[in-house]
């Protein structure tokens, strides 16, 4: 096995010391680190997600491999940023006005770095203005919603007519949570809904135009 297979099957398994000391190793040997994340990172990201979405490995198991990845991009980022390196589209992230519950929402943002993209995660409880802001001061290309509350379910629907209503050019509405499903996304006019975080990799891709 080589040693970016070896990161990947480290960042799947959620070895943290492993992919950190791997991601080290392949530094040393001068590999590039947009390579040792797009053949090493990104991958191991990538099964977790559809094991994930073969109900083969849970929410705990996802947590502590995207701990594995974020401990091995923290070595990355600076050098990437150093040699100009950014992802190709970037994401923001919140939980909608009402809702304080992340869990969610902070995997499906680990996945989305996993997968290349750059994401500002906004928190919870975030205001319809606050996502049209920061989606435009980002050039966004993405917003995603999560809401775990039906009771929140009424101020996904608002957040979504108002960013539609801002016309922000090019940004696609993507939403989530426990509640949500497929036909309330289309009700409220949602672009796209993912059922999972493994998922949501997926229709973010399908969304800008870089599926699979």
Do not use: C
């Not at 492993?18 to 530094?27: G, I, M, N, S």
């Not at 672009?191 to 973010?204: E, K, L, R, W």
């Amino acid at each position: 096995m080589t040693p970016l297979t070896l990161l990947t099957d480290a960042v799947a398994a959620g070895k943290r010391v492993d992919a950190v000391r791997l991601t080290q190793e392949l530094l040393a040997a001068g590999t590039p680190p947009r390579q040792i994340v797009e053949q090493g990172l990104v991958p191991g990201m990538s099964i977790v997600g559809e094991k994930f979405k073969r109900n083969e490995v849970f929410v705990p198991e996802m947590l502590v491999a995207a701990r594995a990845m974020k401990e091995s991009f923290k070595l990355l980022e600076p050098l990437l940023v150093q040699a100009g390196i950014v992802p190709k589209y970037t994401a923001v992230i919140g939980t909608v006005q009402g809702d304080l519950h992340d869990i969610g929402k902070n995997l499906v943002a680990t996945m989305w770095r996993g997968a290349n993209f750059k994401v500002v995660d906004l928190g919870t409880n975030v205001s319809a203005d606050r996502y049209i802001a920061t989606a435009r001061e980002q050039g966004a290309h993405l917003v995603g919603l999560s809401a775990l509350l039906t009771t929140t379910m009424g101020a996904m629907k608002d957040t979504v007519a108002a960013l539609k209503a801002a016309q922000l050019s090019g940004v696609k509405v993507i939403i989530g949570g426990a509640p949500i499903t497929q036909q309330f996304a289309d009700e409220i006019g949602a672009d796209g809904f993912a059922a999972d975080a493994g998922s949501a990799i997926d229709v973010a891709k399908l969304l800008v135009g870089e599926a699979a």
